[in-house]
């Protein structure tokens, strides 16, 4: 079917940088919405970012003019480019892709990645 892989968190002082990635991989047909959320501890998940298909991005205000979305469409792969870390963007990372893959037929799914740690220390 599909699967998805997520690198790129880790541990950095406030004020510094990450890169995450999700590579997507098998039989995949075409990818819509490619999405990244994130759950901190003690609080519920939250739509960091999103992009379309088109390369349309929309984040959430609390990460505005830090974070930036992008996609390769050849690859598979959405990024998500994080300046100015907060302590408060500590959380577990998820990216989430809307796609269809094919197996006996068409399918259109919601995938997740397991999760990538971000740690954000002051």
């Known amino acids: 079917q599909v699967q998805l892989v997520e690198s790129g968190g880790g541990l950095v002082q406030a004020g510094g940088s990450l890169r995450l990635s999700c590579a997507a991989s098998?039989?995949?047909?075409?990818?819509?919405?490619m999405n990244w959320y994130r759950q901190g501890p003690g609080k519920q998940r939250e739509l960091v970012a999103a992009i379309t298909r088109g390369g349309s991005p929309t984040y959430a205000e609390s990460v505005k003019g830090r974070f930036t979305i992008s996609r390769d469409n050849v690859k598979n792969t959405v990024y998500l480019q994080m300046n100015s870390l907060k302590p408060e963007d500590t959380a577990v990372y998820y990216c989430?892709?809307?796609?269809?893959?094919?197996?006996?037929?068409?399918?259109?799914?919601?995938?997740w990645g397991q999760g990538t740690q971000v740690t954000v220390s002051s």
């Open positions: 098998g039989s995949i047909f075409s990818i819509n919405a």
């Open positions: 989430n892709l809307q796609l269809t893959y094919v197996s006996t037929r068409k399918f259109e799914a919601d995938f």
